[in-house]
């Protein structure tokens, strides 16, 4: 698998509050996008032989679903009677899908293929998302929203290796360093700046989670074309290549988990794709990990291994993962700051690796950067997904 | 949708508090299901679960839809000779009520009224310090 699946294009749209915009225009506008990025052009009816569409919130949050791989024709129909499947893993939807057509370009079925992600978050009332959320089950988890999920991890964490200030210090500074790289990120649905204090006394949304604590509710969609490595040239002279991959599933159930201080899907999906990609995190230059929740970034940085368990608020405190810094995360501004359409996070995050490693990140480009990570961590801390790239054919 | 199979299937895990031993590896298992989270088998005993446990770790829900008390806590436990589960607190007002390591009991409740029916499971209560 190493080094045998490249991207040759990608794109997405500038993600947001889209009302003007349908799902599939969404899909539409990220996939000119992505055609227009191949260098030396694509013919994109003849090549592509295969589609994965990754959305997940379908029939709750937009008007319309897109609930099979049909749904994807709709919004590009040069695809028309290829084989197209939909993926739904939770948070981690768009990376899996596309993990699974980077599996279908690296056993050699097809020569080409394209990843999609589209999700519209905002096409429903706030209010009606979160009720349909909070109100799925009538005794044990009724109540139990996303931020809950995670905010149940940093309350152990806090306990035992910090305190509940000191979160609070440092999840403030994830959120001011996240708002300022989605200032410089034309993608961005947030491109304002905040301040500590903005983030530490905002209104309580799920202890001790506050509202700069979370992403927002965002549309948006993101598109890659990948291709066997050996073809890549025929495409761009700059293209990236899929250096490791890797997926864990946790039990759901938090109470039946073995840690409520370390995300063990991340933990094997990350120990996977280092030992696929024959790198350790330290070789890393930059990483777009997932932070739905400041704390989420935290903890991402432990699990991940850019530090040891219990250390990550050295990370932030010190600059080491801001711009300039020795490994910075969120160049995009993340889910945070860039947005979080579920099914189009994992691909944008990709689409911010293709930028990185292209040199084509400008305000935000991490000087010489080579070796780049992707990460999702979706539903209740339950499933994990980590994808690595790098420039350099390996 | 009925919720109502759903729960009829858990009713002794719900309003009797009962869990699910394994005879194999001694995981008390909670609610009920066919195979034992920890080893797989499916040798399960029905057993009572003790009243009382600790705090593993909880939350405080502020942002809720109306039909929902505010603020909502929410908590993993681990009760008294084994069983692990998460669920609601009851009579906190805020998260200076909870505290990672404290004593609670588990109390039956009401948890939510849909199409009529009043849905009942077991609810976190602190202990306070004379009951402790
Ligand atoms: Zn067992």
Redesign the pocket.
């Known amino acids: 698998m190493r080094g045998k699946v490249a991207i040759i294009g990608a794109g997405l749209i500038k993600f947001g509050e889209l009302f003007d915009k349908s799902y599939y225009d969404l899909i539409g506008m990220a996939a000119n996008a992505c055609i227009d990025s191949v260098d030396k052009g694509i013919d994109i009816e003849k090549e592509v032989e295969a589609a994965w569409i990754g959305t997940c919130m379908g029939g709750i949050s937009a008007q319309r679903d897109v609930l099979s791989g049909a749904g994807l024709i709709t919004a590009l129909p040069y695809l028309k009677l290829k084989p197209v499947t939909r993926v739904e893993n939770a948070c981690a939807t768009g990376s899996d899908a596309f993990r699974n057509a980077a599996f279908a370009v690296a056993s050699g079925v097809y020569d080409v293929a394209i990843a999609v992600g589209a999700e519209k978050m905002r096409e429903k009332e706030p209010q009606n998302f979160l009720r349909y959320v909070a109100g799925r089950e009538q005794v044990l988890n009724r109540g139990l929203i996303a931020p809950s999920y995670f905010a149940m991890y940093a309350n152990a964490w806090a306990k035992k290796y910090a305190s509940d200030e000191k979160l609070r210090t440092y999840m403030s500074k994830v959120a001011v360093k996240n708002h300022h790289n989605g200032s410089l990120c034309p993608y961005s649905h947030f491109m304002f700046e905040i301040t500590e204090e903005q983030a530490s006394t905002a209104p309580l949304v799920s202890y001790p989670f506050r509202l700069f604590d979370c992403c927002p509710q965002t549309d948006g969609a993101a598109m890659v074309i990948l291709c066997k490595a050996e073809l890549a040239k025929k495409y761009t002279d700059s293209p990236i290549y899929l250096l490791g991959t890797g997926q864990s599933a946790d039990v759901y159930w938090i109470p039946n988990r073995q840690s409520l201080t370390s995300a063990l899907a991340t933990v094997m999906a990350a120990k996977e794709a280092y030992k696929m990609a024959k790198i350790e995190p330290k070789d890393l230059d930059f990483a777009e990990v997932h932070d739905c929740f400041t704390f989420t970034e935290l903890l991402d940085y432990e699990d991940l291994g850019f530090c040891k368990p219990g250390e990550a608020g050295k990370l932030i405190t010190e600059g080491e993962v801001c711009l300039g810094g020795r490994l910075p995360v969120n160049t995009s501004g993340g889910l945070k700051a860039k947005g979080h359409p579920i099914g189009a996070t994992g691909i944008g995050q990709i689409c911010e690796n293709w930028f990185q490693l292209r040199n084509e990140a400008r305000k935000r480009q991490v000087d010489g950067a080579e070796i780049g990570l992707q990460h999702n961590l979706g539903g209740p801390l339950a499933i994990g997904c980590v994808n690595i790239f790098t420039n350099k054919k390996p | 949708m009925t919720d109502l199979p759903y729960v009829w299937r858990q009713k002794n895990a719900y309003l009797q508090f009962k869990g699910y031993k394994?005879?194999?590896?001694?995981?008390v298992?909670y609610p009920k299901t066919l195979k034992?989270?920890?080893?797989?088998?499916e040798?399960?005993e029905e057993v009572q679960l003790a009243r009382t446990g600790r705090v593993l770790t909880y939350i405080v829900n502020y942002y809720m839809p109306d039909e929902f008390d505010r603020p909502l806590g929410q908590g993993v436990i681990e009760m008294d000779g084994g069983g692990r589960l998460m669920t609601q607190f009851t009579e906190i007002e805020s998260e200076k009520d909870i505290e990672i390591g404290m004593p609670i009991e588990i109390v039956i409740r009401r948890m939510s009224t849909k199409d009529g029916l009043n849905y009942y499971g077991p609810k976190i209560r602190p202990l306070k310090k004379e009951e402790k």
């Open positions: 394994c005879k194999r590896c001694e995981r298992n034992c989270i920890e080893c797989g088998s040798e399960l």
